[in-house]
């Protein structure tokens, strides 16, 4: 896969969970993109359990759900690990 393409599915995939995941994330493009690329390899590692070949790099119409889907995953422990650093008063 080229690099634009991994851009633009992480791009996605982190665009749809952030409207998917429920809360106010503050981030810019950027962060959105590199947590849709962390969500597309934590998917393409879930994703690869299921498939018979094992492959994970390559393109195929479940990698987006499976991108969003660890997208979600990754947003939302990064949204725990910024509300323990918060103070509580």
Not at 25 to 45: K, W, Y
């Amino acid at each position: 896969m080229s690099i634009l393409a991994f851009l633009v599915i992480g791009l996605l995939a982190g665009l749809i969970a952030r409207a998917l995941l429920p809360g106010n994330q503050s981030m810019g493009l950027i962060a959105t993109m590199l947590i849709g690329i962390a969500g597309s390899f934590v998917g393409g590692f879930i994703g690869s359990f299921f498939r018979s070949d094992g492959r994970m790099w390559d393109l195929h119409p479940s990698g987006l759900i499976f991108s969003v889907i660890g997208a979600m995953l990754v947003l939302f422990l990064v949204g725990l690990a910024g509300r323990s650093r918060r103070v509580r008063v």
